[in-house]
């Protein structure tokens, strides 16, 4: 595994800035070698992060995080409970019943009560049981009270990703180095200088490029030429790989500087 140099917090998650790594960025595996979040820069001062995929992934195309899992009715847990060492008082902790989650699957994950008693209030998933979620609030630990009325939660994970799909807008997650086969680890390129496939139009040089999101071609890259221009899409830069007197067909690779 890589040698860490620092630990910082980012996304209320704690994160490892590695100095080396073991394995390649264009390596994937069935097993962890790293943490979920852990960060590399590489040489050329281009950034990965470590993540796993929840499909299979194309090469070079574009990532989002996995979509979020939604909870309606909530409530609050109904005694103290423990975990790890760690004290869960009831306001601590998210309960829906007869959930059937799967215990750990959710360790990790960031989430949000988006409707309902306690609305707005985030929080970080530090583990699940089948029924509950022990919980961090953003609010410290004086916790949240939830009303199974009304308090619905959604949660994800920034760093379990899959291709993107049609329709998809904004940022990215980044883009895969190597096609990720499903349930793998892999580091995705999310910083510097990077290949990018091309499909939905022509590219010239120097012009702007962003994120395709047909149904057909999500997942990839496309002038702002197109009918729709800027009007559901994110500008990622130029297209620095090409010089005045050349252009990308679609199905073509080009260079792309991630930011």
Same mark, same amino acid.
């Given at each position: 595994?890589?040698?860490?140099?620092? #630990?910082? $917090?980012?996304?209320?998650?704690?994160?490892?800035?590695?100095?080396?790594?073991?394995?390649?960025?264009? !390596?994937? /595996?069935?097993?962890?070698?790293?943490?979920?979040?852990?960060?590399?820069?590489?040489?050329?001062?281009?950034?990965?992060?470590? /993540?796993? @995929?929840?499909?299979?992934? $194309?090469?070079?195309?574009?990532?989002?995080?996995? #979509?979020?899992?939604?909870?309606?009715?909530?409530?609050?847990? #109904?005694?103290?409970?423990?975990?790890?060492?760690?004290?869960?008082?009831?306001?601590?902790?998210?309960?829906? &019943?007869?959930?059937?989650? =799967?215990?750990? #699957?959710? %360790?990790?994950?960031?989430?949000?009560? %988006?409707?309902?008693?306690?609305?707005?209030?985030?929080?970080?998933?530090? +583990?699940?049981?089948?029924?509950?979620?022990?919980?961090?609030?953003?609010?410290?630990? *004086?916790?949240?009270?939830?009303?199974?009325?009304?308090? !619905?939660?959604?949660?994800? +994970?920034?760093?379990?990703?899959?291709?993107?799909?049609?329709?998809? +807008?904004?940022?990215?997650?980044?883009?895969?180095?190597?096609?990720? $086969?499903?349930?793998?680890?892999?580091?995705?390129?999310?910083?510097?200088?990077?290949?990018?496939?091309?499909? @939905?139009?022509?590219?010239?040089?120097?012009?702007?490029?962003?994120?395709? !999101?047909? @149904?057909? &071609? @999500?997942?990839?890259?496309? /002038?702002?030429?197109?009918?729709?221009?800027?009007?559901?899409? =994110?500008?990622?830069? &130029? *297209? =620095?790989?090409?010089? *005045?007197?050349?252009?990308?067909?679609?199905?073509?690779?080009?260079?792309?500087?991630?930011?």
């Amino acid at each position: 595994m890589g040698k860490p140099t620092q #630990a910082f $917090t980012f996304r209320g998650l704690t994160m490892a800035l590695l100095e080396n790594i073991s394995d390649s960025i264009y !390596d994937e /595996s069935d097993v962890p070698l790293h943490q979920l979040g852990d960060m590399w820069i590489d040489q050329y001062s281009r950034r990965y992060i470590y /993540s796993l @995929a929840t499909a299979a992934i $194309t090469q070079y195309k574009v990532i989002d995080a996995a #979509a979020a899992v939604g909870v309606d009715a909530v409530a609050n847990g #109904a005694t103290e409970l423990r975990w790890n060492g760690k004290k869960y008082g009831t306001t601590n902790q998210i309960y829906k &019943t007869s959930a059937g989650w =799967t215990v750990g #699957a959710y %360790d990790g994950y960031l989430g949000i009560v %988006d409707d309902g008693t306690g609305e707005g209030n985030a929080f970080l998933i530090e +583990h699940n049981t089948a029924d509950t979620l022990f919980v961090t609030w953003n609010n410290g630990d *004086s916790g949240v009270t939830l009303a199974v009325a009304d308090s !619905d939660v959604e949660f994800w +994970h920034p760093d379990k990703v899959l291709t993107s799909v049609a329709n998809t +807008h904004g940022p990215t997650a980044g883009v895969a180095p190597i096609a990720v $086969t499903d349930a793998y680890y892999f580091w995705r390129q999310v910083r510097g200088p990077c290949f990018v496939l091309i499909t @939905a139009a022509a590219l010239g040089a120097g012009i702007h490029i962003v994120r395709d !999101d047909a @149904a057909t &071609t @999500a997942g990839t890259f496309r /002038s702002t030429a197109n009918a729709d221009d800027m009007d559901d899409a =994110t500008l990622y830069g &130029t *297209s =620095t790989s090409l010089t *005045s007197a050349t252009t990308a067909a679609r199905g073509s690779y080009v260079i792309l500087n991630l930011q």
